[in-house]
């Protein structure tokens, strides 16, 4: 029964680095252009 907390302990801790990372990315710019690099795959390279 001891290791449920600790497991539910480093669930929460889990979840909220990725929450903090996921505000952090936003917050830095990552999603702002969601278009440009999705499309360049698309794009030979040959101008």
């Known amino acids: ?3 449920i907390p600790g ?6 801790l889990l979840s ?3 929450v903090a990372l996921f505000f952090w990315a936003v917050d830095d710019g990552q999603f702002d ?3 440009t690099h ?7 390279g040959d101008d």
């Open 33 to 35: 252009d969601l278009e």
């Open 38 to 44: 999705a499309a360049m795959p698309l794009h030979d």
């Open 7 to 12: 497991l539910v302990l480093a669930a929460l």
């Open 16 to 18: 909220g680095v990725g």
């Open 1 to 3: 029964m001891g290791i």
